[in-house]
């Protein structure tokens, strides 16, 4: 039987056990929709395992996806730690103790401490709205339609202490509408990266994503 999927020092992924249960934590601050996208199409399916989904709003409606699904959560208001460094320590502690192989940001509007990027180098994935580095940070969609862009996209990476910085790992074009509706625009990008982040999260358990180990900002895919 094929080994369990855990992080190597190279930046890969090395096989361990019983690649039946890679586990994943989502944080998340909304209402979840790509949450529910990674539930619908990989969790339980026999491969990869949503083993918590944390997040800093009490009344995020994806904790009630979390628990509809039977998944454990976590809550971590930043007002209730002395600083952000503490709660990303006590949030890390508790994606520990979940025995997480990835963590995966699913519009998780808090911004990570060095100390938990560094914890968990190479583990943690986000999706952005934006064909990166275009568009970083806040309303990606408002900034493409504010610079004129025909296209803009979906971009799957690595976090790093930067914002929306890190290693690039999949990414997929989506053309802005002629009439520039930012509300059908809102819509093809929701649906691609409910495709695509799902895709890359695959991609990641099955061993297929090496981070290089000579240029650590290029992301290596393997067949």
């Given at each position: 039987m094929a080994g369990k999927l855990r992080h190597a020092p190279?930046?890969?992924?090395r096989e361990d056990a019983d690649v039946s249960d890679f586990r994943i934590v989502v944080l998340a601050s909304g209402s979840g929709t790509n949450l529910q996208a990674i539930l619908d199409?990989?969790?339980?399916?026999?491969?990869?395992?949503?083993?918590?989904?944390?997040s800093d709003k009490p009344d995020a409606r994806a904790l009630e996806r979390a628990r509809v699904a039977g998944i454990e959560t976590g809550i971590f208001p930043r007002d209730?730690?002395?600083?952000?460094?503490?709660?990303?320590?006590?949030?890390?502690?508790?994606?520990?103790?979940?025995?997480?192989?990835?963590?995966?940001?699913?519009?998780?509007?808090q911004l990570l401490s060095e100390g938990f990027v560094v914890r968990f180098r190479h583990r943690?994935?986000?999706?952005?709205?934006?064909?990166?580095?275009?568009?970083?940070?806040?309303?990606?969609?408002?900034q493409a339609l504010e610079a004129g862009a025909e296209a803009t996209g979906v971009t799957v990476?690595?976090?790093?202490?930067?914002?929306?910085?890190g290693p690039v790992l999949l990414q997929r074009e989506v053309p802005v509408p002629a009439d520039r509706d930012r509300a059908a625009l809102e819509e093809a990008i929701h649906a691609t990266e409910h495709e695509l982040y799902p895709e890359a999260i695959r991609m990641i358990a099955a061993g297929r994503v090496r981070i290089g180990a000579d240029d650590?900002?290029?992301?290596i895919l393997d067949e």
């Amino acid at each position: 039987m094929a080994g369990k999927l855990r992080h190597a020092p190279d930046g890969g992924l090395r096989e361990d056990a019983d690649v039946s249960d890679f586990r994943i934590v989502v944080l998340a601050s909304g209402s979840g929709t790509n949450l529910q996208a990674i539930l619908d199409t990989l969790h339980g399916h026999g491969e990869i395992e949503v083993a918590g989904v944390g997040s800093d709003k009490p009344d995020a409606r994806a904790l009630e996806r979390a628990r509809v699904a039977g998944i454990e959560t976590g809550i971590f208001p930043r007002d209730e730690y002395d600083d952000r460094e503490a709660r990303d320590t006590a949030m890390g502690d508790w994606i520990e103790a979940r025995g997480a192989d990835l963590v995966a940001l699913a519009g998780y509007m808090q911004l990570l401490s060095e100390g938990f990027v560094v914890r968990f180098r190479h583990r943690i994935v986000n999706v952005h709205p934006a064909l990166l580095p275009a568009f970083p940070g806040l309303d990606a969609i408002g900034q493409a339609l504010e610079a004129g862009a025909e296209a803009t996209g979906v971009t799957v990476h690595f976090v790093d202490e930067g914002v929306d910085t890190g290693p690039v790992l999949l990414q997929r074009e989506v053309p802005v509408p002629a009439d520039r509706d930012r509300a059908a625009l809102e819509e093809a990008i929701h649906a691609t990266e409910h495709e695509l982040y799902p895709e890359a999260i695959r991609m990641i358990a099955a061993g297929r994503v090496r981070i290089g180990a000579d240029d650590p900002s290029v992301v290596i895919l393997d067949e």
